[in-house]
């Protein structure tokens, strides 16, 4: 082989090799990432399921407890972190841009612990406990408070707003029950674990979340003002 044809077959070959290591770069991070956004999925999948239950148990009673207070606040801080993380990995790749997502279901969902926070907070004073954890020391977690008009109202409109955040994922995501809103374990991170990056399901979610968030706030402007102020 003379030289010009083994510098050919040089350069062949290095092209090759460079064009294998970005493909399997490539693989690497989108595989990175749908492992990354399918367990974010299936904890925004319980945050919003589990939520709407306990917003039903609330309101059939009016009444609620310190355990349920602690589960809620939870729940909406995951699905906070969640929100946050998507919209932050969507605007990064350009899979979506700033306006698209909005970013209102976040902060919206961040408020709403505020709202519980204060029922805790207003328990607190009336117990003359100086501290929430301290809570219960004076009461069991299961005790049933009794929730004053103005707080199951609020809860009405929470309610009314995580249900169309629960329409939102079953319409969009695949592998959850479109009765609980929970994932099927047997094929969820199936569908999303290993290519899910690269599908547009869970762009879809985030900006059906954020407009019916912007909607939902635009018409409810005594809710709207509520979450504003705590």
Same mark, same amino acid.
């Given at each position: 082989m003379n030289y010009k044809k083994a510098v050919t077959v040089g350069i062949i070959l290095v092209t090759l090799c460079f064009g294998l290591y970005q493909y399997v770069d490539k693989q690497h991070y989108v595989k990175h990432l749908s492992t990354q956004l399918a367990d974010a999925l299936a904890g925004m999948s319980h945050s919003i399921s589990d939520n709407k239950e306990l917003y039903e148990d609330i309101l059939s009673s009016e009444t609620i407890t310190l355990q349920q207070i602690e589960l809620i606040i939870s729940n909406n801080e995951h699905f906070s972190n969640d929100i946050r993380e998507f919209e932050a990995i969507a605007?990064?790749?350009?899979?979506a841009t700033s306006d698209e997502i909005g970013y209102n279901t976040a902060v919206t969902a961040f408020s709403i612990e505020a709202i519980f926070y204060k029922i805790q907070w207003n328990l607190a004073n009336e117990k003359d406990v100086v501290e929430l954890p301290h809570l219960t020391t004076v009461m069991s977690e299961t005790d049933e408070i009794k929730l004053?008009?103005?707080?199951?109202?609020?809860? =009405?409109?929470? =309610?009314?707003?995580n249900e169309l955040w629960y329409k939102a994922l079953i319409k969009h995501i695949d592998g959850v029950y479109p009765d609980t809103g929970k994932p099927?374990?047997?094929?969820?991170?199936?569908? =999303?674990? /290993?290519?899910?990056?690269?599908k547009? /399901?869970?762009?879809?979610?985030?900006?059906?979340?954020?407009?019916?968030t912007t909607e939902f706030l635009e018409t409810n402007e005594k809710f709207e003002e509520a979450l504003i102020l705590e």
């Open positions: 605007v990064n790749f350009n899979r004053n008009d103005e707080e199951v109202e609020q809860i =009405h409109m929470i =309610h009314a707003l099927n374990y047997d094929i969820f991170f199936d569908i =999303h674990s /290993d290519k899910g990056f690269l547009n /399901d869970w762009i879809k979610l985030i900006i059906d979340l954020n407009k019916s």
